[in-house]
């Protein structure tokens, strides 16, 4: 059985989802660059700063975070490491492995940009959803509802 095509309702609501998507990212690159960084640079410092249960992360942690190939990273982590924004550390279990740290620079920087992220977020609240079940299958309610009947 054939799924019925998209339903206008669904394409709003991805439609919106994106709008909404885009309006903070764009925010976001705003708010970095007049700041003195780049949108990549706060996300990197971001990842470093929130990696779970520690407070660095290496190199492949980072890529995976930033959705980007390793040897991008490193560059990225030198541009930083020029800024002193963060500090390259060898590895404390696998000495082939390097850590990247905050410095005090990159913390204050991560800590001013973290929390207007935070208040924009807070500001925005309910305009930027993840779209629910509930609006994304009206073609295929509407399709079984036919089956039924």
């Known amino acids: 059985m054939q799924d019925p095509p998209f339903a206008k309702e669904e394409f709003e609501t991805l439609s919106n989802?994106?709008?909404?998507?885009?309006r903070f990212q764009h925010w976001s690159e705003q708010l970095t660059r007049s700041n003195g960084v780049t949108n990549l640079q706060y996300l990197l410092m971001l990842h470093v700063a929130g990696y779970a249960g520690r407070e660095w992360a290496t190199i492949t942690e980072l890529a995976e975070r930033?959705?980007?190939q390793h040897h991008g990273v490193v560059a990225l982590v030198s541009r930083c490491e020029k800024l002193g924004l963060v500090e390259r550390r060898p590895g404390r279990s696998d000495g082939r492995e390097v850590e990247i740290h905050l410095t005090r620079k990159g913390e204050r920087t991560i800590d001013r940009l973290a929390r207007l992220h935070r208040d924009e977020l807070m500001r925005i609240e309910g305009a930027f959803a993840v779209p629910g079940t509930e609006q994304?299958?009206?073609?295929?309610?509407k399709r079984a509802g036919r089956e039924a009947a």
């Not at 989802?17 to 885009?22: I, M």
């Open 136 to 141: 994304l299958t009206q073609s295929a309610r």
């Open 66 to 68: 930033l959705q980007a």
């Open 17 to 22: 989802f994106r709008y909404q998507l885009r």
